[in-house]
């Protein structure tokens, strides 16, 4: 198994009439993703061609998943419009029997998204990934299910989970697992920004539970206190191996570093910090992104994995 | 996006928080009869910076560096006064402990009417992360430095948190005057002050709001003798208002232009410079340049839809930085293609005439063509193919090893 998405989850994308939704739209199509259809209002009817099938267009997420019964939506639409798109596809997982939104826009106003998170906790069954992420990717035997902007290729099936606040970074962390002939089970982009929905807790229970999973690599970044929270969580309730880094070590107090998220604040969310509670923890640790691999191979060598 | 107290409290009356009386002024004259108009005896002359800690702070020549006046913020109790101060602030450097020592040149001030102050409290609001909502903390312990305060006596900093949809519950504001204290009128204008800050709050899509001090004055009236505001950028397109608020001389100008490209630009003191996509990873190759014993001179993020050109703002931005002596470019190529970036480096290298080592490192999409272009132009160029490797390079070729 995997996490959340797996082979046959059906994909929807509201706002494939765009070109960031056709473009990805067409990438995802390619790793052999089900995309089943899409979304933008006032285009119902039309079809978009993704080369290796067409798929039709729906004016409203509800009626997407009426005809199409998906249960992923993946939002590439403006982020004036993204916490809209949000509310409306929560809305209609939680008629439909529940439903994974992935949000891969950056740049919603948090007040937006405070107000969406609320209405996406208020549903048991309606999970939200991101904003501003990469998405999430389960690599399978041939292409997977890949829902998200990430590269496709430089991904293989295998045991290793992946959740990481930033995008190259989780890329960067992919290649590292490669490099010592480790593929992942699930990658999860959790996203930059100081509000979004699942969390890193989230993405390790679930790793916890998926039989696939053997080893969890961790990335964070400074700012916020989700590294911290994560770690003390993990202490108590990971049984599988986890690689830790956090990004921002070199940053300094008081500025965003491009992520909206990405602050020291009354000297509060540095690295340091975050590292600290990582070894406290018991999570393994990598100084630098290039190491991951390596203590990863440690991780597995002394989990009698490898 | 930060704005000056005198802009706060102009939202604030709005909003129909109590202020002061006060006027904006930009030269001794002006605040002159600033002081006039008021027609109160004494006046609060106050320095405005984006800066917090300004009573605090030390003002100096910019030339000279000469210490001219210890703090930013003074009371005058005569027309005199108001003149020694105001030219003793416009035009000179304000030092502060969130300024660092570069300090920030004063070009505004704002004159406002003296308040009788019975007691001095501390009100913000902002977006707690972990709670995914708005949270108002206060304290009774106002006028000092707040993170002093939460870091020796935390349990004298009281929350309360506003709910994502609904908003501030009456009930929570009265508990909060409670806990500060508060009794009768003071009590009814705190729990309608924090009414009326939730509201502003989400209307203008605010960061946070800060008031150090919120007084109490002695007559009773709670009063905003402070205003720190900053709004949520991403936000900027439903406030048009917020262009005319902005204050271009507080902004780093080459952060602006940087922005102005889609690049996510930070200056910092060291002499390599780095060119990254991805705000995680322009991090980390900040943390790995560090860790093989080099300085990051900046962060900078080209982002998902970076271009030739915009690749080539990003060099020229680099470059200007005098401290740089060397560059790590480190791309992973996802949505960009690496190829499109070497093409792109060697064109801003042969236009803007790189004098500096440069190092890159490609992987992901189209890494070998990159690579293939890199190795083939007649620029003097080092390739790496790991992060780290790429750091230990440059560090080495900016020491000239």
């Not at chain 1, 890193?200 to 969890?216: G, H, K, S, W």
């Not at chain 2, 709005?14 to 004259?29: E, L, P, S, W």
């Not at chain 2, 709004?231 to 406030?239: E, G, K, L, P, Q």
Request: proline share 3%; with cysteine.
């Amino acid at each position: 198994m995997s996490i959340w998405i797996h082979e046959e989850s059906k994909v929807l994308i509201q706002g494939i009439t765009g070109k960031q939704g056709t473009f990805h739209g067409t990438m995802m199509d390619e790793y052999q993703t089900n995309v089943v259809g899409g979304v933008t209002p006032g285009k119902g009817g039309q079809i978009v061609e993704l080369p290796n099938k067409n798929v039709p267009v729906f004016n409203s997420v509800s009626e997407g998943l009426e005809a199409t019964n998906a249960d992923v939506s993946v939002i590439y639409v403006p982020a004036k419009f993204a916490a809209a798109a949000i509310i409306e596809a929560a809305d209609a997982f939680e008629q439909n029997g529940g439903g994974l939104i992935v949000c891969i826009t950056e740049g919603i106003p948090i007040l937006d998204m405070i107000r969406a998170v609320a209405r996406v906790d208020g549903y048991q069954n309606v999970r939200l990934i991101g904003p501003n992420c990469p998405g999430i990717i389960t690599p399978g035997e041939n292409g997977g299910c890949k829902v998200g902007i990430m590269p496709g290729f430089i991904h293989a099936k295998g045991r290793i989970g992946i959740v990481s606040k930033s995008g190259t970074l989780t890329y960067e962390a992919v290649a590292q697992t490669m490099s010592v002939d480790e593929g992942q089970s699930t990658c999860v982009g959790i996203g930059g920004d100081p509000v979004n929905g699942t969390g890193f807790i989230d993405c390790l229970a679930a790793f916890e539970a998926d039989p696939q999973t053997e080893a969890i690599v961790m990335i964070g970044e400074i700012g916020g206190s989700a590294e911290e929270e994560a770690a003390e969580w993990a202490s108590k309730n990971m049984s599988k191996p986890i690689v830790g880094f956090v990004a921002g070590s070199t940053a300094p107090p008081g500025k965003r570093m491009g992520h909206a998220g990405a602050i020291i604040s009354g000297g509060k969310g540095t690295a340091q910090e975050k590292f600290a509670a990582f070894e406290a923890a018991g999570i393994y640790v990598a100084r630098d992104p290039s190491e991951i691999g390596n203590v990863l191979v440690k991780a597995l060598k002394d989990a009698g994995l490898r | 996006m930060n704005i000056h107290e005198y802009q706060g409290k102009i939202l604030f009356k709005q909003a129909g928080v109590k202020v002061q009386d006060g006027i904006h002024c930009k030269t001794v004259i002006d605040a002159l009869s600033a002081y006039d108009s008021l027609g109160t005896k004494i006046v609060a002359v106050k320095s405005q910076i984006h800066a917090g800690g300004r009573g605090k702070g030390n003002l100096y020549d910019p030339k000279t560096g000469n210490l001219i006046m210890e703090g930013g913020v003074k009371i005058a109790f005569s027309r005199e006064e108001v003149e020694t101060y105001a030219s003793n602030i416009i035009g000179r450097k304000l030092v502060t402990k969130q300024t660092g020592p570069e300090g920030k040149i004063v070009n505004n001030l704002y004159i406002e009417s003296g308040c009788s102050i019975a007691h001095e409290y501390y009100l913000a609001l902002l977006i707690d992360r972990e709670a995914k909502s708005v949270v108002i903390m206060a304290s009774k312990e106002g006028g000092v430095d707040i993170e002093e305060v939460a870091e020796n006596t935390p349990e004298a900093i009281h929350k309360i948190w506003t709910h994502p949809i609904n908003g501030l519950d009456i009930k929570d504001a009265e508990n909060m005057a409670d806990q500060l204290g508060l009794i009768g009128s003071s009590k009814d204008d705190l729990v309608s002050m924090l009414s009326s800050l939730s509201k502003m709050f989400v209307e203008k899509d605010c960061a946070m709001i800060e008031i150090n001090p919120l007084v109490r004055s002695d007559s009773g009236e709670m009063i905003a003798l402070d205003a720190k505001v900053s709004f949520d950028d991403n936000a900027s397109y439903r406030h048009p208002w917020m262009d005319e608020m902005r204050d271009h001389s507080e902004e780093e100008e080459v952060e602006i232009r940087a922005h102005e490209h889609g690049l996510s630009y930070v200056k910092l003191d060291g002499n390599i410079g780095c060119l990254v996509n991805g705000a995680g990873l322009a991090m980390a190759s900040m943390d790995v340049i560090k860790l093989y014993g080099g300085e990051p001179a900046n962060f900078l993020d080209i982002g998902g839809g970076a271009t030739r050109e915009s690749i080539t703002t990003a060099f020229g931005i680099i470059l200007e930085d005098e401290n740089v002596e060397g560059i790590l470019v480190n791309i992973f190529g996802g949505i960009i293609q690496c190829d499109m970036v070497a093409r792109s480096v060697i064109e801003a290298s042969n236009e803007l005439g790189l004098k500096v080592p440069l190092v890159v490192r490609f992987s992901g999409t189209n890494h070998v063509e990159g690579k293939a272009v890199l190795d083939n132009c007649d620029l003097d160029v080092h390739t790496a193919s790991t992060l780290a490797e790429g750091a230990e390079k440059i560090v080495k070729l900016t020491r000239g090893e």
